[in-house]
C-alpha cells in the first residue's frame, strides 16, 4: 500500500491560485489529481509520471493548471491559476496506478484523505 498525504487547498475568491501537494512516500510512478463532483464522481484532472513525463490534464483545467514533481521528495504538486467557482470541489491524490486509462479511479488503488478547494465569485 503507498501512503498517500495531501496538503494545500483552502478558500480563494474567483481568479485567485492555490497549490496542493501530495507526498508519496517512496513510490515514483504516476500521481493523479482527482475531483469530488456534487454526484460523488471522481473525475481526473491531472496526472505527471515519474522524471518529469508529459503530463496529462483534462480539458476543464488546461493552460490554468499545472502538475509537477519534485521525485527527490515524491512529492507531486498542482497548481491552480485563474480559479473559478466551478472549481469548488474536493480534490483528492491517487497513487498505486495499475496501468490503462489515467482517468479512470479504478486504476489507483491508494488514495489520500482529501482536501477541499473553495471558490468564491
Known amino acids: 500500500q503507498v501512503q498517500v498525504v495531501q496538503s494545500g487547498g483552502g478558500s480563494v475568491q474567483a481568479g485567485g491560485s492555490l497549490r496542493l501537494s501530495c507526498t508519496t512516500p517512496g513510490y515514483t510512478g504516476l500521481v493523479t489529481w482527482f475531483r469530488q463532483t456534487p454526484r460523488n464522481e471522481r473525475e481526473g484532472i491531472a496526472g505527471?509520471?515519474?522524471?518529469?513525463?508529459?503530463?496529462y490534464y483534462d480539458s476543464s483545467v488546461k493552460g490554468r493548471f499545472t502538475i509537477s514533481r519534485d521525485d527527490a521528495k515524491n512529492t507531486v504538486y498542482l497548481q491552480m491559476n485563474n480559479l473559478s467557482p466551478e472549481d469548488s470541489a474536493m480534490y483528492l491524490c491517487a497513487a498505486g496506478y495499475s496501468g490503462g486509462l489515467w482517468f479512470i479511479p479504478s486504476k489507483y488503488r491508494s488514495w489520500g484523505r482529501g482536501t477541499q478547494v473553495t471558490v468564491s465569485s
Open positions: 505527471l509520471g515519474p522524471r518529469q513525463t508529459v503530463p
